[in-house]
Structure formats: structure tokens, C-alpha cells
């Protein structure tokens, strides 16, 4: 196990598998770090239900590009360039959650209380890693995050306590992005992830990170009168 | 000292004005909520600047 901490200066001395992990595992950050503000935004922004939930969508569209250029500098000093995710077409992001746009208000709500969640646990994945310039852009990062995965809940606990049809809206939308935020946890039993491990740039394996987010979503779903969905139903990765 | 990618201090720089100038947008629109006006125009700001960042035109952004 590598357990060095390592500067931006050090970095050229580094085996070049850690150079290639450290870059891609950083073009994947700024890639969902964008791709969030591009599956909401278009038709969100207008049609969020208060001009005060249009003003948070922005903000958070703001928090979510500040995030980006973070992570792309950090990119951009090792000599990985991350601007074209910029303009990537939504269908080509890396990760499949990224792929598509957000139409509805319950989608957009749930993606907060679950996506953003999983983005958390991504970042956390970082805590106490071998890169230190990566692990000092965190703490604002991840405070930021755990402001929209409250607002998320919070709409998504609005629309349960609004009545039937909006519990069962709410219910539609957390068995879709479930599924999906089991499957941003990646393949159990990952060589890459080990390799990461290995090198600290991370700190649990896929499926253990999955799991950790599986122990605290549950209770919360069951806790608001949501059923948790079946994790091995519709699942890409496992 | 690895070679930074070109234009990356560049980027970085557009980048903080532009989430800045949100933020700007988005605070004076939630400073004035009970001012319809008010919030339609920061509404409008944030909807122009999130527009280009969603083109990703980089190019054009840093010449």
C-alpha cells in the first residue's frame, strides 16, 4: 500500500500508473461535476415551481461549475485537460446517471436527495488521499454538496406530505434514480478500484462504498413513507 | 514540476466570473423576494450566463 502523501511537485515522479489513475479518476469528477447543471438546467430553471426554487436551481447550477473548475485545475497543473467535458453532448458523459435530461420537478428533486448524495460519497472517497492538492479542494466542495442533497430531500419530502399523487410521483422517481445511484458505485470486485486503494487515491471498494450508501439511505426512505426499491432490479453494474 | 495544461489559469479565471456574476445574480434576487421585478430579472441574468456555460464554447470564452 502507497501511503505517501504527494505535492504538485512530486507529481512527475510518480509511477506512471498513478499518473493515468490520478487523471482519469479526476476527468471523471469534472465530468459529473458538469453534467449535473446539464441534465437540469435547460428545463428546470424555467419551469421550477417559485421563482425562489429558480434562483436555487441556479444556485446550485453555479456551485456545481465552481466545483468543475476545481477539479479542472487540479487537472489542468498535472497536464490533464478536462475543458472538453465542457461541451460533451449529454449522451457521452462517463457515467450513465449523467446521460438524458431532468424534465420533471420530482426527478429534479430526487436527483438531489439521492444523486448528489452518491456525489458525496465520491468525494469522500478522497478524504485523507495520497494527492493533497485533490484533497484540499474538499471541504468547500462536499459543504456545497450536502446543501443540495438537503434541498433535494426536503422538495422530495414537500411533494410526499402534499398528498397521494404527489407521494406516488415521488415514489416514481426514487425507483428510477435508486437503481441508478447503486450503479454510479461501479462494478463490485473492480481491479481499477483496487488499484486505487493501492495508491490511496481511494478509500473503500466499490462495494463497500455501495453498501455504506445503501445503510443510510434505506432507513431514511422507509423513515418518509417511501418503499426502498429492490438494488438488484434494473442494475447495470453489480 | 509537471507541464500545466495551456490555457488552464485562463479557465480557472473565466470560470470564478463566471460564478461569481451567478451568485451576484442569484443574491439580488433572493435579497428582494417579495419583489416580482426583482427576481424575474435575476431569473433572466442567471438564465443568459447559465446558457453560455452550458455551450461549453471554451474557444470563444478565452480569446
Same mark, same amino acid.
Given at each position: ?6 505535492? =504538485? ?16 479518476? =479526476?476527468?471523471?469528477?469534472? /465530468? ?33 461549475? /465552481? ?22 453532448? %449529454? ?16 426527478? %429534479? ?44 430531500? %426536503? ?76 438494488? %438488484? ?6 | ?21 451567478? #451568485? ?7 435579497? #428582494? ?31
Amino acid at each position: 500500500m502507497f501511503t505517501d502523501k504527494i505535492e =504538485l511537485k512530486d507529481f512527475d515522479k510518480m509511477d506512471p500508473e498513478y499518473k493515468e489513475l490520478l487523471g482519469h479518476v =479526476l476527468t471523471i469528477q469534472a /465530468d459529473c461535476e458538469i453534467g449535473g447543471p446539464h441534465l437540469y438546467v435547460e428545463k428546470m430553471l424555467p419551469a421550477a415551481p417559485t421563482k425562489l426554487d429558480q434562483l436555487i436551481i441556479a444556485r446550485t447550477a453555479a456551485e456545481e461549475i /465552481d466545483h468543475f473548475r476545481k477539479v479542472a485545475r487540479v487537472a489542468g497543473d498535472i497536464g490533464v485537460d478536462v475543458s472538453f467535458v465542457l461541451s460533451q453532448p %449529454n449522451d457521452k458523459r462517463f457515467v450513465d446517471t449523467f446521460r438524458g435530461l431532468i424534465t420533471t420537478w420530482e426527478d %429534479n428533486s430526487v436527483f438531489g436527495f439521492l444523486i448528489d448524495r452518491v456525489g458525496r460519497y465520491q468525494l469522500e472517497e478522497f478524504y485523507d488521499c495520497s494527492y493533497l492538492p485533490l484533497q484540499r479542494i474538499l471541504p468547500d466542495i462536499v459543504t456545497e454538496e450536502l446543501g443540495h442533497i438537503e434541498y433535494g430531500y %426536503n422538495k422530495t419530502l414537500e411533494m410526499i406530505q402534499s398528498g397521494d399523487e404527489g407521494k406516488a410521483k415521488a415514489q416514481k422517481a426514487v425507483d428510477y434514480w435508486y437503481v441508478r445511484a447503486l450503479d454510479m458505485f461501479g462494478r463490485s470486485g473492480s481491479k481499477r478500484s483496487e488499484r486505487y486503494r493501492y495508491w490511496g487515491l481511494k478509500r473503500r471498494t466499490n462495494e463497500q462504498a455501495r453498501q455504506d450508501y445503501m445503510n443510510e439511505v434505506g432507513p431514511i426512505l422507509t423513515q418518509i413513507g417511501l418503499k426502498v426499491p429492490d438494488p %438488484n432490479k434494473g442494475r447495470r453494474y453489480m | 514540476m509537471p507541464q500545466a495544461v495551456a490555457n488552464t489559469e485562463q479557465l480557472d479565471e473565466h470560470l470564478m466570473e463566471v460564478v461569481r456574476a451567478l #451568485h451576484g445574480a442569484v443574491k439580488q434576487g433572493v435579497s #428582494h423576494k417579495d419583489d416580482s421585478k426583482v427576481m424575474d430579472k435575476a431569473i433572466k441574468d442567471c438564465k443568459e450566463i447559465l446558457d453560455e456555460v452550458m455551450k461549453g464554447n471554451v474557444k470563444e470564452w478565452l480569446n
